[in-house]
């Protein structure tokens, strides 16, 4: 892939046209885009929970319509084999050669649909490819293409033949974000609008997989003060201390939670973190990665989402940042 640059205005508008596009698609859910589009600049993961018939699938193929970008699909099932996902060697007679044949997670999108039908072991092998963007078949790495970014779906209510994730993957996914349903004067405009599938078949790629490389190096250097990184830090350690908390935010994921503010300053056009991008971000890159005590899985992320709300209200918010946030107001 040619490396190219790109001027920070010139991106701005870009993803303005991406989030644009997509809320086309996908009606009421501005803050949820902003949410995808912060991931995919941040080179992070997106689990997307929710009931069915929410549009997950609809947002994750809209995304990967309106990026000059291979998309591959993953149904997950308790069947599905990891080399239905990665690949497999397959021996060629003429050439007296085994030669590798790409799985669908050998894309720059990848859609892995309700993710917690597959088993553990299958499970297991997407691990590589969302930490160090590569796979491992017969011994032989295979680098993933750039931009890559995996989508999951998976549906919180449906128990029976499912398996729930590990928490070593769970900490891998950026961000868990739940779409929920539309207000009812959205689902009336919905109705008023069903030609989703239509729209998806006739998109045009807005920006291209270069181009979306070039935005995820500038995100890495957007500035964030050291104010707001001991304010990550006392939001990591209170979530260690709270009462219902088995174990609290790794460095892991203060350093998620960090890249992925990077990413959302950028996006507004900014070149360096503010309180209010941190405190934007919170729910949907800390909640999933705290265990609880006791509680339901029914309820468990109800309640990891209120855990973070009520360690974001006892951390006090940092006011002056030095460098370039000087005498910014949180």
């Given at each position: 892939?040619?490396?190219?640059?790109?001027?920070?205005?010139?991106?701005?508008?870009?993803?303005?046209?991406?989030?644009?596009?997509?809320?086309?698609?996908?009606?009421?859910?501005?803050?949820e885009?902003?949410?995808?589009?912060?991931?995919?600049?941040?080179?992070?993961?997106?689990?997307?929970?929710?009931?069915?018939?929410t549009?997950?699938?609809?947002?994750?193929?809209?995304?990967?319509?309106?990026?000059?970008?291979?998309?591959?699909?993953?149904?997950?099932?308790?069947?599905?084999?990891?080399?239905?996902?990665?690949?497999?060697?397959?021996?060629?007679?003429q050439?007296?050669?085994?030669?590798?044949?790409?799985?669908p997670?050998?894309?720059?999108?990848?859609?892995?649909?309700?993710?917690?039908?597959?088993?553990?072991?299958?499970?297991?092998?997407?691990?590589?490819?969302?930490?160090?963007?590569?796979?491992?078949?017969?011994?032989?790495?295979?680098?993933?293409?750039?931009?890559?970014?995996?989508?999951?779906?998976?549906?919180?209510?449906?128990?029976?033949?499912?398996?729930?994730?590990?928490e070593?993957?769970?900490?891998?996914?950026?961000?868990r974000?739940?779409?929920?349903?539309?207000?009812?004067?959205?689902?009336?405009?919905?109705?008023?609008?069903v030609?989703?599938?239509?729209?998806?078949?006739?998109?045009?790629?807005?920006?291209?997989?270069?181009?979306?490389v070039?935005?995820?190096?500038?995100?890495?250097?957007?500035?964030?003060?050291?104010?707001?990184?001991?304010?990550?830090?006392?939001?990591?350690?209170?979530?260690?201390?709270?009462d219902?908390?088995?174990?609290?935010?790794?460095?892991?994921?203060?350093?998620?939670?960090?890249?992925?503010?990077?990413?959302?300053?950028?996006?507004?056009?900014?070149?360096?973190?503010?309180?209010?991008?941190?405190?934007?971000?919170?729910?949907p890159?800390l909640?999933?990665?705290?265990?609880?005590?006791?509680?339901?899985?029914?309820?468990?992320?109800?309640?990891?989402?209120?855990?973070?709300?009520?360690?974001?209200?006892?951390?006090?918010?940092?006011?002056?940042?030095?460098?370039?946030?000087?005498?910014?107001?949180a």
């Open positions: 892939m040619r490396k190219i640059r790109i001027e920070h205005e010139y991106a701005v508008e870009l993803l303005n046209r991406l989030g644009n596009r997509i809320a086309d698609v996908i009606i009421g859910k501005k803050q885009i902003q949410y995808i589009i912060a991931a995919m600049l941040s080179e992070g993961h997106v689990l997307l929970e929710d009931v069915p018939g549009g997950k699938t609809m947002l994750i193929r809209t995304v990967a319509s309106s990026l000059n970008c291979a998309m591959g699909r993953i149904q997950c099932t308790p069947d599905v084999m990891p080399a239905d996902v990665t690949g497999v060697s397959i021996y060629h007679v050439a007296g050669e085994f030669r590798f044949r790409p799985g997670l050998m894309n720059n999108i990848v859609l892995a649909d309700e993710i917690n039908r597959a088993s553990p072991r299958t499970q297991s092998s997407l691990l590589e490819a969302m930490e160090e963007r590569s796979v491992t078949v017969d011994g032989t790495t295979h680098a993933l293409p750039r931009p890559f970014l995996l989508l999951a779906t998976q549906n919180p209510l449906q128990f029976e033949g499912t398996y729930r994730l590990p070593a993957q769970l900490d891998r996914f950026m961000m974000i739940t779409l929920g349903y539309p207000e009812p004067e959205q689902e009336v405009e919905l109705l008023s609008r030609r989703s599938q239509e729209m998806l078949e006739n998109m045009h790629p807005i920006m291209l997989a270069e181009e979306v070039a935005m995820q190096r500038e995100v890495r250097q957007v500035h964030v003060d050291t104010v707001i990184k001991q304010y990550l830090v006392g939001v990591a350690v209170a979530t260690r201390a709270h219902a908390v088995r174990l609290g935010i790794s460095p892991r994921g203060t350093l998620a939670w960090m890249t992925a503010a990077q990413a959302y300053a950028y996006a507004q056009g900014r070149s360096y973190v503010i309180p209010d991008d941190v405190q934007s971000l919170a729910v890159v909640s999933h990665r705290i265990q609880l005590k006791l509680v339901n899985r029914a309820d468990s992320s109800e309640v990891q989402e209120q855990v973070i709300r009520e360690v974001l209200s006892s951390v006090p918010v940092p006011v002056q940042m030095g460098g370039q946030g000087r005498g910014r107001k």
